[in-house]
């Protein structure tokens, strides 16, 4: 479950659908990765090939990051 949103276009693509806020292309694939995200109660949950999930490094730390496309991801903030 989402407790907030930094983007908010995002914020609204998961509350109401609408895409305005980023590429309409990326929409099918954030789709997904935001089913997945709100599904998850733990990392664990996360570990699915298709998130690319990686650990971001330095001020970072503790953050991980999913891939929408390769030059495009979004963070995540992993509470222990």
Excluded: Y
């Excluded at 664990?44 to 001020?59: G, N, S, T, V, Y």
């Amino acid at each position: 479950m989402f407790k907030s949103f930094t983007h908010k276009g995002l914020e609204k693509f998961f509350t109401t659908g609408n895409q305005a806020g980023f590429q309409a292309v990326h929409a099918k694939r954030l789709r997904l990765i935001l089913a997945l995200l709100n599904d998850a109660r733990q990392l664990a949950d996360l570990d699915a090939p298709a998130l690319w999930l990686q650990a971001l490094k330095d001020e970072r730390n503790g953050f991980r990051a999913v891939t929408v496309q390769a030059n495009c991801q979004w963070q995540n903030r992993h509470q222990p």
